[in-house]
T-cell receptor
Framework: AQKITQTQPGMFVQEKEAVTLDCTYD???????LFWYKQPSSGEMIFLIY??????QNATEGRYSLNFQKARKSANLVISASQLGDSAMYFC?????????????FGQGTRLTINP | DTAVSQTPKYLVTQMGNDKSIKCEQN?????MYWYKQDSKKFLKIMFS???????INETVPNRFSPKSPDKAHLNLHINSLELGDSAVYFC??????????????FGSGTRLTVV
């Protein structure tokens, strides 16, 4: 069964600093996908970045990068040069992608606050 | 054009009432989902439909019934609403044949408050 763990309920970071949000996962399927979503105070779920288990390179999307360490089963999100608008809830999620893709399972979330 | 649209955005109702939430996607996706986000922000899947066929039905009270008239629509009907049903309900869709990214596109959510 898939399991996602985010151990940081809240993070406080100074504007312009880089921030790392932790995520560990557990699955027995060798094929899986890892995702990060952002949920601002307005409530919508915004897709940020995706990493496939067989991808050789760490995923990057603008200021977002995913530090994928397969042996440690971790998929941390790194936000460079943080901005006030980055303040939000961040969710790590995963799907097993075996013979039939399974449901997207979410971690508990991390509330990120960027201080000016 | 909104990719996944849910209506209504807010719903306040009394205990015991029956209500529906509607969801439509214009992405051409073949699979749609309902998720519930509780007061602690935890997101849990409730149902999933693939081409109008129910494929995921988590442990959800029988008072919740999804209906998919076609692959672009997935509605959620809730009977005899209880205080504990208060939450944000998200609709989402995905295309299961997409080899690049198996991510979901989410609607903006429906905040249901039962009083």
């Amino acid at each position: 069964a898939q399991k996602i763990t985010q151990t940081q309920p809240g993070m406080f970071v100074q504007e312009k600093e880089a921030v790392t949000l932790d995520c560990t996962y557990d699955t027995s399927d060798p094929s899986y996908g890892l995702f990060w979503y952002k949920q601002p105070s307005s409530g919508e779920m915004i897709f940020l970045i995706y990493q496939g288990s067989y991808d050789q390179q760490n995923a990057t999307e603008g200021r977002y990068s995913l530090n994928f360490q397969k042996a440690r089963k971790s998929a941390n999100l790194v936000i460079s040069a943080s901005q006030l608008g980055d303040s939000a809830m961040y969710f790590c999620a995963m799907r097993d992608l075996g013979w039939r893709a399974q449901k997207l399972v979410f971690g508990q979330g991390t509330r990120l606050t960027i201080n000016p | 054009d909104t990719a996944v649209s849910q209506t209504p955005k807010y719903l306040v109702t009394q205990m015991g009432n029956d209500k529906s939430i509607k969801c439509e996607q214009n992405l051409g996706h073949d699979t749609m989902y309902w998720y519930k986000q509780d007061s602690k922000k935890f997101l849990k899947i409730m149902f999933s439909y693939n081409n109008k066929e129910l494929i995921i039905n988590e442990t959800v009270p029988n008072r919740f019934s999804p209906k998919s008239p076609d692959k672009a629509h997935l509605n959620l009907h809730i009977n005899s609403l209880e205080l504990g049903d208060s939450a944000v309900y998200f609709c989402a869709s995905s295309h299961e044949g997409d080899r690049v990214n198996y991510g979901y596109t989410f609607g903006s959510g429906t905040r249901l408050t039962v009083v």
